[in-house]
Nanobody, 128 residues
Framework: QVQLVESGGGSVPAGGSLRLSCAAS????????TGWFRQAPGKGREFVAA??????TYYADSVKGRFTISRDYANTVSLQMNSLKADDTAVYYC???????????????????????WGQGTQVTVSS
């Protein structure tokens, strides 16, 4: 069974950068959608970014232009976060879907119930 492990979280001042990684053990991420979601204290979990099988990417409006998702290897997906704001403080989760077609849709990649495996989460804290 595929397991996902996130790494790279930490504490940074506003304007700083962090790079999160999601590694899949026992399987590949190259033939499905991999997404990043986050949950801030007292709030629901929300979509951040996703990468589809073709390499196409999707972003939440709140992070567009600041965050970049990439698939580095067949079993590793990263999230480069620049110009961090205090509002970015949250636990960040990576998740994968079942095997998908080459192209996905925005409705598909933003729907949390499409993802069948989640990581344990990594804390990102941005101080203002």
């Amino acid at each position: 069974q595929v397991q996902l492990v996130e790494s790279g979280g930490g504490s940074v001042p506003a304007g700083g950068s962090l790079r999160l990684s999601c590694a899949a053990s026992g399987g590949t991420l190259s033939d499905r959608v991999t997404g990043w979601f986050r949950q801030a204290p007292g709030k629901g979990r929300e979509f951040v970014a996703a990468i589809e099988r073709s390499g196409g990417t999707y972003y939440a409006d709140s992070v567009k232009g600041r965050f970049t998702i990439s698939r580095d290897y067949a079993n590793t997906v990263s999230l480069q976060m620049n110009s961090l704001k205090a509002d970015d403080t949250a636990v960040y989760y990576c998740a994968k879907t079942r095997r998908t077609a080459f192209y996905a849709t925005r409705d598909y990649v933003t729907a949390q119930n499409m993802y069948d495996t989640w990581g344990q989460g990594t804390q990102v804290t941005v101080s203002s």
